[in-house]
């Protein structure tokens, strides 16, 4: 049972347009929830989180919005760059549960220059 | 500061054989994770320390995997017998503490090969 799904396993883009990544989760008791970015051959790395007292958290280029109602987020890179091909995990924590993590499967990002 | 570091980075054994992984987490991070990446999948928690306790084992194969964080700094993973279904990238990552606002920082991965 996949408590977050990231169900486009794939998208591409032109440099300095808009990526728009797209997460959906089940768990109505996740209230956190983090993006992470991984490259070939080394770990994921921390992008952006947001907390559900919030609907959009922003990060420079990187804005993550948070629809609670529909159990939806999402992140935008604007404007997208070579440099932000990888690929990107959502991630979603519940109180109570330490610091655990339950991740989606990743949509891998290609911005074309 | 230096980051999480993992040996090896590549690991290639037949089933039924046994396999160790090593981990240094950050230094002066109590929490410390292994996780299990399946190609085309996302990691998946197997273990989480806080120094050398056990916090969550719960999705830990434990008739086969074995983890131990001795004087709550360096762990290693281990898998005995290995089947071909534990072929997988194994994360391991730490943070400061064991609460969520604290970031996880990631080392590269071992990538295990079971044939």
């Known amino acids: 049972d996949q408590q977050v799904k990231q169900n486009s396993p794939s998208l591409s883009v032109q440099e300095g347009r808009i990526s728009i990544l797209n997460c959906d989760y089940t768990n109505s008791m996740f209230d956190y929830f983090l993006w992470y970015k991984k490259y070939p051959a080394e770990g994921p790395t921390f992008l952006i989180s947001?907390?559900?007292?919030?609907d959009k958290n922003e990060d420079g280029r990187f804005t993550v919005f948070l629809n609670k109602s529909a159990k939806h987020l999402s992140l935008h890179i604007v404007p997208s760059q070579p440099g932000d091909s990888a690929v990107y995990f959502c991630a979603a924590s519940a109180p109570g549960a330490n610091s655990k993590l339950t991740f989606g499967k990743g949509i891998t990002l290609s911005v074309r220059p | 500061e230096a980051g999480v570091a993992q040996s090896p980075r590549y690991k290639i054994i037949e089933k039924r054989q046994s396999v160790a992984f090593w981990c240094n987490p950050i230094?002066?991070?109590?929490?410390l994770y292994w996780y299990q990446q399946i190609l085309g999948q996302g990691p998946k928690l197997l273990i989480q320390f806080q120094n050398n306790g056990v916090v969550d084992d719960s999705q830990l194969p434990k008739d086969r995997f074995s983890a131990e964080r001795l004087k709550g700094v360096d762990s290693t993973l281990k898998i005995q017998p290995a089947k071909l279904e534990d072929s997988a990238v194994y994360l391991c990552?730490?943070?400061?503490?064991?609460?969520?606002?604290?970031?996880?920082?990631f080392g590269p991965g071992t990538r295990l090969t079971v044939t």
């Open positions: 230094s002066g991070h109590a929490t």
């Open positions: 947001i907390s559900s007292i919030k």
């Open positions: 990552a730490s943070s400061l503490h064991n609460t969520r606002i604290y970031e996880q920082y």
